[in-house]
């Protein structure tokens, strides 16, 4: 490497350790000029054009880099950094891609674990469960010792119905001498979910519990401010007033896009086989969990220099600022997805945007919003069974108790903001959904301006092969089911101990 590539490189990683990733882009842009075929470049400019937002641009850089790494590796078969770019590419979202670099470093070099592991993952992803269940296994025989391997398998052989086997597998992690708190605690949760599948439900939540009382002594959860969202949620309830929100309904808004539809409920609730049904249509394009409201929020603080609350900030705020917000949503939008977006409505589904409703209807008060609803005692036995990552929202699910109370704390915000709204919506039932298909959909079609078309009931057959952020990827590649309704009752003697919580939300929803 030359020492003014060399030059470049350094001042490219100055420019990211400030965060200044346009700046670090034009140095590893420079420097890939000099240097095409290095691909660490080639790697450092693709991670700059993700974490700048332009994760399409990216993403082709990145690709660029595992195979050059790939080429690198068959003439030492050392697969290592290309299965570290395989790694990358996953947390960005692009399991194909992952899986491309990770079909081939297994090629290169059949003995190395991490390979298979990386593997096992990208199938899993992309919902492809027999590979997936043939790449963990082979992963596992590489190192039978490995408790997170097993873990894993365990996974995905509940993915794939082999709930017996799996169970075993867990109940010996469980006996493993050096299991350490994060494996214990994934243990116990896949066991929890694979004695539900048995029916066994006498011992579900055993290893439920067993799961939050280590929670709290892995490192992520520990890291986590539980306080915050409740703090903020109090906040929004006393500060976002009718006249706030209410503030631009009537203002007319030059924009060549459409406002967004905003797909919005509790965790678990059913948003993501909404936004498959609703994506189906050739009129939808579906952006799935993305950070689009949080940077829009991260914006409004920073022209506001951070003065005040978010409700503050918004009641300082002209129109020309609302302009630029709403601008600056469509361009991180098309950053992110480019030209498929082109032409078609815009689904913004990300679940727990709706902690930030009050600015969502302030900055696009002629958007649309489907909210989802499900019966409260389902929505909490979902939430603790899944393992999410940690976050200050999803912190509160690891424990009993603390699921009731933010699911209590969630929908009162939405009750205390929804008869203030100025925007457009539905409160959409999931057991509807399941129940009555295409009763419950047209409303939802003809909230958003579109035509019913009966294809949509195939939404199934569009999610197997692709990758879905929500944790219910899986389960929205089959055609309905309604297995899932009215679950709760198989532990209603564990529900005791919380229905004074969730009591008012089932009566407020008529759900018996």
Not at 414 to 438: C, G, H, Q, R
């Amino acid at each position: 490497m030359s020492f003014h590539i060399s030059l470049l490189m350094q001042q490219g990683q100055a420019a990211i350790n400030a965060k200044n990733f346009a700046e670090a882009v034009a140095c590893f842009a420079q420097a890939a000029k000099e240097s095409p075929k290095d691909p660490q470049i080639q790697a450092c400019l693709g991670q700059s054009y993700c974490w700048q937002g332009l994760r399409a641009q990216g993403l082709k850089y990145l690709r660029v880099s595992g195979q050059l790494l790939l080429k690198r590796a068959k003439k030492n078969r050392d697969t290592r950094l290309a299965l570290d770019l395989a790694d990358q590419l996953q947390y960005w979202g692009d399991y194909s891609g992952s899986l491309d670099v990770c079909k081939q470093a297994v090629q290169i070099n059949p003995e190395y674990v991490r390979g298979y592991q990386l593997l096992a993952l990208s199938h899993s992803r992309l919902n492809q469960k027999k590979s997936a269940l043939v790449a963990g296994r082979k992963a596992l025989s590489l190192a039978p010792g490995s408790a997170m391997l097993a873990i894993l398998l365990a996974t995905l052989e509940i993915a794939d119905g082999l709930h017996e086997d799996a169970r075993k597998r867990l109940e010996k992690v469980l006996t493993h001498p050096a299991i350490t708190p994060e494996e214990k605690f994934r243990a116990h949760k896949e066991l929890a979910r694979v004695l539900d599948k048995l029916k066994d439900f006498q011992q579900v939540f055993t290893h439920l519990h067993a799961a939050g009382e280590i929670a709290p002594r892995i490192p992520e959860v520990a890291k986590q401010d539980a306080a915050l969202v409740p703090a903020l949620l109090a906040t929004y309830q006393a500060e976002f007033t009718a006249d706030l929100l209410g503030r631009w309904a009537q203002a007319t808004f030059p924009n060549q896009q459409p406002a967004p539809v905003f797909l919005l409920g509790f965790m678990r609730t059913g948003t993501t086989l909404t936004q498959e049904v609703l994506g189906a249509h050739p009129r939808v394009f579906v952006a799935d969990e993305t950070d689009l409201v949080a940077s829009v929020v991260k914006e409004l603080n920073r022209i506001s220099k951070f003065q005040g609350s978010v409700p503050e900030q918004l009641r300082q705020l002209d129109f020309a600022g609302v302009l630029y917000l709403r601008d600056f949503y469509w361009q991180r939008a098309k950053a992110l997805f480019g030209d498929k977006m082109a032409g078609r409505l815009f689904l913004d589904k990300t679940t727990m945007n709706s902690i930030d409703l009050g600015v969502i209807n302030c900055l696009f008060p002629d958007a649309k919003l489907v909210f989802l609803l499900r019966d409260a005692r389902d929505v909490c036995l979902s939430c603790i069974m899944q393992t999410m990552i940690p976050t200050p929202s999803t912190v509160h699910l690891l424990t009993w108790q603390g699921t009731a109370q933010f699911y209590a704390q969630v929908m009162t915000w939405w009750l205390t903001v929804k008869p203030k709204l100025s925007m457009e919506f539905i409160e959409f039932k999931y057991e509807n959904a399941v129940f009555d298909f295409e009763v419950a959909f047209k409303p939802v079609f003809s909230l958003m301006g579109l035509e019913w078309d009966p294809a949509v009931a195939d939404f199934h057959k569009n999610a197997a092969g692709k990758y879905i952020a929500s944790p219910s990827f899986s389960q929205v590649a089959q055609p309905l089911y309604s297995s899932s309704v009215g679950r709760w009752k198989h532990y209603q003697a564990d529900f005791v101990e919380i229905m004074p919580i969730l009591q008012p939300f089932l009566d407020v929803y008529s759900y018996e």
